[in-house]
């Protein structure tokens, strides 16, 4: 009861900076927790206990924002006070990814395969499946289809499990947080071999690239998958209060379907960059 009472659902939206540490907290707890008591099963456990620490606010939020659709007339408004929620989710999101990759990054190797193993079978498996792919309109096509589905999985996890869609962004986070942590760890080595410690600024580049490199894009992605997962989650709320009669349904899922067209949008302009942008800036 300790980690999900630190903050409530108001207080998040008022405070991402706040949320940004939480979610390094929430993430570092969880991977201490599952490698003193599962180490073996590192890889998945971390990622459990760090969503039972944020489900409670999750769904709590999710509920303040289906009231608004109820308590809001200016469609304007409410996409702003959503875009509130949007804002912490991410900080939180962030903090996921810097905490996954300081542990990848200064974790013993034996470790890093026991927490990580898991993350690092899937980066592979994604790395064979676009291997030889030059920058085309069918890789893009590729990346905008995956990622879209990703984003239906939100929207249905939310659905079906209220605050639902927070496991597929958290078990996102530690993929990515993994292969930023591999480029860094792998690049640290290679500059260490020729140049010895003493240039600490190289030091501070890599690491810089490390995240910029997977973050430039990566940051609409999550940023769509949230939008997504409100979505769903809305309608979820919405379900349960019984309130599928009459107008307000229908605006909850007109406000709902708004958030999906933008959420398209955004994966979009996402795809444009990891396609044509991030591969000639690193």
Not at 69 to 77: A, C, F, R, V, Y
Not at 91 to 112: D, S
Not at 148 to 167: D, E, H, Q, R, T
Request: hydrophobic share 55%.
């Amino acid at each position: 009861m300790v980690l999900e009472s630190l903050i409530n659902a108001e207080n998040a939206e008022s405070h991402p900076l706040r949320m940004f540490l939480f979610g390094i907290l929430f993430a570092s707890v969880g991977i201490v927790l599952s490698l003193w008591i599962f180490k073996e099963q590192a890889s998945l456990v971390s990622i459990f206990l760090t969503v039972f620490a944020c489900i409670p606010l999750i769904y709590h939020t999710i509920r303040l924002e289906e009231k608004k659709e109820i308590d809001i007339e200016s469609e304007k408004k409410l996409l702003k006070e959503h875009g509130r929620a949007i804002t912490y989710f991410v900080a939180l999101f962030l903090g996921f990814v810097v905490a996954y990759t300081i542990w990848y990054v200064f974790l013993p190797a034996a470790l890093i395969e026991n927490l990580f193993g898991i993350q690092q079978t899937t980066i592979n498996s994604i790395n064979a499946q676009i291997a030889g792919n030059a920058i085309s309109a069918k890789f893009f096509s590729q990346i905008l289809t995956n990622n879209i589905k990703v984003m239906l999985f939100c929207i249905f996890f939310s659905f079906f499990y209220g605050a639902g869609a927070i496991f597929i962004l958290t078990w996102n986070a530690s993929v990515i947080s993994t292969a930023i942590g591999s480029f860094i760890r792998n690049n640290l080595s290679q500059y260490a071999s020729h140049i010895g410690l003493a240039k600490v600024a190289g030091y501070f580049q890599i690491v810089s690239l490390g995240f910029f490199k997977y973050m430039t894009h990566g940051v609409f992605e999550i940023i769509a998958y949230f939008i997504g997962g409100l979505a769903g989650g809305i309608i979820s709320v919405a379900v349960i209060r019984r309130d599928i009669n009459g107008q307000r349904f229908k605006r909850i899922m007109y406000d709902s379907l708004d958030l999906v067209l933008i959420a398209i949008v955004v994966l979009l302009l996402g795809a444009i960059i990891e396609v044509y942008i991030t591969p000639r800036l690193f």
